[in-house]
């Protein structure tokens, strides 16, 4: 039963983000009530705001679900080049995957939406930030990385997931990804310098 109840929600929390991304790209994100989200979706005004408590929590739907992606991804990866390349791994994926292509086929999009919005930009900046001070404290916890090292690191990758967001949201459709993934995989090999090479052998 409990199985069911989540898979409810689930499906519910997706029809919501999806009904105001359907409202964004066709009015504006300024121009869009949560009252005309819930509307379109079929639901009270209430149940809507049990999932998603304000309009910029509609446009990051998927955070919670990119943090995960990117803990896991650098789970029990050593803090070394190794873990540069995990994260370069998971963000190629992420440039290259469904939800990416969805968001440059509609101007209802998060990257297209924090592209064209300076408070919607600024609240991505804002959860890259928190996403970072969390790897941070697992670089120091887990992996014995002293500050500011650790925070560097993190603000580092963390940056290169800001920069692909901006350049999906400025990308002319699916022509522009080999672009973008080549820039973010120069930008990686930037970053080299910050994270040591593993030991031989």
């Given at each position: 039963m409990t199985g069911l109840r989540e898979q409810k929600k689930v499906r519910t929390r997706a029809a919501l983000a999806g009904a105001a991304s359907d409202l964004f790209a066709r009015y504006g994100y300024p121009n869009v009530t949560m009252t005309q989200v819930a509307e379109l979706a079929g639901v009270a005004d209430q149940t809507l705001y049990n999932y998603f408590p304000t309009k910029e929590?509609?446009?990051?739907?998927?955070a919670d679900e990119l943090e995960a992606g990117v803990l896991a991804a650098l789970a029990?990866?050593?803090?070394?080049?190794?873990?540069?390349?995990?994260?370069?791994?998971?963000l190629s994926a992420f440039v290259s995957g469904g939800d990416a292509r969805r968001a440059l086929a509609s101007p209802g999009g998060m990257p297209r939406l924090a592209?064209?919005?300076?408070?919607?930009?600024?609240?991505?900046?804002?959860?890259?930030?928190?996403?970072?001070?969390?790897?941070?404290a697992d670089l120091r916890?887990?992996?014995?990385?002293?500050?500011?090292?650790?925070?560097?690191?993190a603000d580092a990758l963390l940056a290169l997931f800001v920069h692909a967001v901006?350049?999906?949201?400025?990308?002319?459709?699916?022509?522009?990804?080999?672009?973008?993934?080549?820039?973010?995989?120069?930008?990686?090999?930037?970053?080299?310098?910050?994270?040591?090479?593993?030991?031989?052998?």
């Open positions: 929590s509609l446009v990051f739907d998927k029990g990866c050593p803090a070394d080049a190794r873990m540069l390349d995990a994260f370069a791994g998971w592209a064209a919005s300076t408070g919607l930009h600024r609240a991505l900046l804002d959860y890259a930030h928190q996403m970072a001070a969390k790897l941070a916890h887990s992996h014995d990385v002293p500050e500011p090292a650790a925070q560097v690191r901006e350049r999906l949201g400025a990308a002319q459709g699916e022509a522009g990804l080999p672009a973008i993934a080549a820039d973010l995989a120069a930008s990686v090999e930037a970053l080299r310098p910050l994270f040591p090479p593993p030991p031989e052998g």
